[in-house]
Every structure is written in C-alpha cells, then in structure tokens.
C-alpha cells in the first residue's frame, strides 16, 4: 500500500470522562455509564444530541449499548458496537469508532466502558457466570476459571523462559504505585516497597495479591468525532494515528505452542505502520496490566526491549516517570482501578493534552495505549494516539 | 469422587464424543484424515489444511507438564487450597496442550517444565439417567517405562 493508512490522523478524541472509582458505587451500569458520558460531552463542549454513534465491550457485566443509545435520546443511530469481550477489545472500540468517523458512517462516536467489577460482577470472583466460551468445559471442572488462574498459567511459561522472577515482577507494581500516588483519582495511593510486595499473600502462584489488578466499580468514556471537527471544539484534539487488532491465542490455540509470548508481537509492527511512527517515537505508553507479567512481556512484544531484556529495561527505571518510556503514568489497573483498559485511553489522551499535572510527561506527543495482550480472550488491539501540534 | 458443587462441564454436541471416551477411560483426539495433524479440542475444519474430514484416534496418554499453577486464594467453596492445575503438551503433538488436576503434591513441589507425565482418570459420580463422566488426572510418568515413540 502506497501513501498514509488511510485511517491516519482522521478521527480524534474530543472529549473523556470518569466517574469516581470506587469498591460500592451504589449504582447501576447504567448510570455508570451515563455519568461518564456526560462527563466527556462536557469536556468536549458537545452535548447529548451530538452522539449519532455508540461502542463499548462488555463480557454480560454491563448495560447494552443500544439502552445506553436510548438513553441519550439517540432516535437515528448510525454506528453501535456492542463487543463481547474483555480488556483485549478496549483499544479496538476507540479503533472501530475512529473507522466510523473516517468512513463518514457516524459523526460522534461515544466509548465506554461502565462495571461495577467490585460489588456485582467480580472477574476473579465466585458466582461468576460462565464465560460464552466452549473452552470453558475442559477448565472449569479442575477449579480453572478465573482471570488470575488462566493468566498465571502463561506466567510461569515467561517466568521459566526469560529466567524472570519475583523482584522483576514487584517492581513492575511499585513503579506504577509511585505513579498513582500522584493521580488524585487513584484508589490506591500509599507507598508500596519490596518487601511489601514480597509479604503479599499468593493468589494463584506465581502472582500474588500485588501482581493483580484492583476490581473497581467505575466508568470511563471517551468521545471520538473527526479531526477537523475536534479542532473546532472545547479542548485540544488527541488524533487517533493509528489502530491495530490482533489474533490473541490461548492454550487451545494448536499450533501456537509458544505461551511465553503475547499477540501484540505479530500485531506490533501492523499497529505502528498504521501511524508511520516505531517505538522510538512512543513519548509515553499505557500497557493494559491486569497482572504484573503483561507490562515485561508487552514491553518485549511491541519492540521497546529485546526478548528478555524487559525485566532489566524496568528495574533500570526506563518505565518510571522521568524514564526513557513512562508506563501506566496513572497507575494502571494495578493502583489506579480497573476500567478494563478504557482509562489507559483517558490517561493517554490527558498526556497528550498536557493535563496530566504532576504526571506529566514532558513534551509527551505520541501514546500508545494497548488492550489486553491477547491471552485468553483469542484477541488483542492497541492505538497509537498523538498530540495535534 | 463426587463433584460436590463444582462446575460440570458444558458437554456441547463437538465434544461429546471426547467427554463419552473420557468417560470410558480413553483419551482420545481428533486427527485430520488429509494431513495427518492431530487437534484438541474438537473442531469440525483442520485449522491447518482446511479439510473437513477427520477421525478419533486413540492417543497415547503420555504426555509433558508445560506449565501449571498452584492455587492459595479460595475461588470457589468447592475446591480447597491448595491445590495444582496443570497444562500438558499431549505426546503426540506438542502443541496441543490439555488440562488437568495433578496427582502429585498440593503445592505442586514435584513439578517442572517437560516432566514426563501419563493421563488418568477420575470417575465423578453423577445422577441416575445421566451420562457417565470422568475427568483427567495427570501423574508423574513410572521412571522405566519408556514414552511412546512415534511420529
């Protein structure tokens, strides 16, 4: 193909909202939703009759797209996305919003993501829905279920693999709580040093409490329209520069023998061609970290280190703010909160608008923000975002 | 053994004749009668060649641990900590990796990568009229028997 992706620099973030973040929001997915939402129109100047486009994922754990339409008036839909799936789906809503807005199918596209992932539907948790998998049957009755279960399982394979261990995981986890004690939002903000980490019960060896995320109750949503219309409105558009999806593959996958390395590491090079940019030219990146391991193996898998040098490349503080490549500069799913990857699009597009405060990376003007690697789900996608300057 | 509350598998119509082998203490695979790849779980197309056409073949029961996890938190009433899932790469074809409880040690102290281990079987009771089922239990392979050799 000659000449940009056609998808380059099209569409923009106009407008992002949170709600609080919390373990008992006392609401419902809904109004979740429709509090983040409003939040966003009011950061982007827009109101509710601007949305003709509604996308989100959901894994039957939050309100259906089209009661969310209904529920801002929206009587001529143009574009809907109601994706099943996990973290690995979130940067493919912004992406498949970002096409609608180039294809000229919609014109203002809402994102979100609304769970109350603390106190109803907990991932890890028991009384937990069977999964529309038909995998499930060959785990579910050896006690093989949960997130955590199924992410440990590849973690020993990279842990066994690159020889990394438990202090290379930690400090993952401590570098992003530095980085939440600086983000107001945060649900958790104390220090936390090795020997915290090192006395934190297991969960499922080989993680343990502080290798997994927080399951929070919050929404998150983020307002795509075109480029050309986010520079006539309230806030400094952040240009969706390129999007990927990518084929995740699980321990039923024949054929992909190798469970030491993510989907991102074939998806990686497709994503950055789509934006005309390498990882050098990455100021910030959000990775998608429901456990620890994903950061060092998306670290690896999408270029910023060779192939088990990611543990070295963190404990060096390249990932810290201030370092060569800041990560999870809000704190991640591991402190920040869990928003299944839809607040590392928010906290990339604040970077980019140089909003983040005292998390700022400086001069920050592109991001990557990635989903879920790939495991499990069968899927994987990622955006690169940049600063319209 | 008994269930005792723990999830049953979702028999579906592809893998009923797998279960129904289990449940005869027989593990079984498909294999693509085009290009001779073997493929777990079932599925009707060869994701390798594309052919339609297969069999169930009998496979080995060898096999070697390619990972596994021991579980400390409490997920389910159902299942007491700690106890051992493991991730198997079939003999026949190492990227086919199958699950399993352990017949080892709770906090899975005998385990390592490419230990050499054979399938067996648990019988769970289940309720008169229903179909009979077992689930695959993994243990360390005799030290002199030899794994099957082969293709």
Aim: negative net charge; hydrophobic residues 45%; aromatic residues 8%.
């Amino acid at each position: 193909m000659s000449g940009a992706h056609p998808l380059r620099d099209r569409a923009a973030v106009a407008g992002v909202g949170w709600t609080e973040y919390s373990k008992w929001s006392g609401v419902s997915t809904l109004t979740l939703a429709l509090r983040a939402i409003a939040a966003a129109l009011e950061d982007a100047g827009l109101t509710h009759a601007d949305i003709d486009g509604v996308a989100c994922h959901r894994v039957a754990d939050s309100v259906q797209a089209v009661v969310v339409a209904q529920s801002l008036g929206i009587t001529d839909l143009r574009y809907h996305l109601d994706l099943f799936g996990g973290g690995s789906c979130s940067a493919s809503v912004v992406g498949s919003a970002a096409m609608a807005v180039a294809t000229g199918m919609a014109e203002c596209v809402v994102c979100w993501r609304a769970v109350n992932a603390r106190s109803e539907f907990r991932m890890g948790g028991t009384g937990r829905p069977a999964p529309d998998t038909v995998e499930f049957q060959y785990q579910a009755p050896y006690g093989y279920a949960t997130p955590p279960q199924q992410f440990a399982m590849y973690t020993r394979s990279f842990l066994d693999t690159y020889r990394v261990g438990a202090e290379d995981l930690g400090r993952v986890a401590i570098t992003q709580r530095r980085h939440a004690m600086d983000n107001p939002r945060a649900l958790m903000r104390a220090p936390l040093a090795m020997e915290d980490y090192l006395a934190s019960r297991w969960i499922v060896e080989p993680l343990r409490l502080f290798d997994c995320c927080l399951e929070t109750d919050a929404a998150v949503a983020i307002i795509v329209t075109s480029a050309e219309r986010a520079r006539d409105l309230r806030r400094p558009p952040v240009l969706v520069s390129g999007a990927a999806f990518g084929s995740g593959h699980n321990l039923f996958s024949n054929h992909r023998g190798d469970l030491a390395t993510t989907a991102a590491a074939a998806m990686a090079p497709r994503l950055f061609a789509s934006a005309g940019v390498g990882p050098a030219d990455i100021d910030v990146a959000e990775l998608y970290d429901a456990f620890t391991p994903l950061v060092l193996q998306q670290l690896e898998d999408y270029g910023f280190c060779g192939r088990g040098e990611s543990a070295a490349f963190v404990a060096d503080g390249a990932t810290a703010l201030g370092g060569a490549l800041p990560v999870n500069t809000h704190g991640g799913h591991l402190s920040e909160g869990y928003v299944h990857g839809l607040n590392h699009l928010a906290e990339a597009v604040s970077q980019l608008r140089g909003d983040a405060g005292v998390r700022q990376v400086a001069g920050a003007e592109v991001a990557l923000s990635t989903g879920q690697p790939g495991y499990v789900a069968g899927s994987t996608s990622a955006v690169v975002l940049r600063s319209d300057r | 053994m008994s269930l005792d509350g723990r999830p049953r598998p979702a028999v579906e119509r592809d893998s009923a004749p797998w279960w129904a082998a289990l449940a005869r203490h027989e593990l079984v695979l498909q294999r693509c009668a085009a290009c001779a790849t073997w493929r777990w779980p079932p599925r009707e197309m060869c994701n390798r060649c594309g052919a339609l056409s297969w069999a169930w073949e009998p496979a080995s029961g060898w096999g070697t641990i390619a990972s596994w996890i021991v579980n400390r938190h409490s997920f389910s009433d159902a299942f007491a900590s700690p106890y051992v899932v493991v991730a198997v790469r079939v003999a026949e074809q190492d990227d086919i990796v199958m699950f399993g409880s352990w017949a080892g040690a709770a906090d899975g102290s005998d385990l390592h990568a490419g230990l050499a281990v054979v399938a067996g079987f648990d019988d769970v009771s289940v309720a008169e009229g229903d179909d009979p089922l077992a689930l695959l239990r993994w243990a360390p392979a005799p030290g002199d028997a030899a794994p099957p050799g082969g293709s």
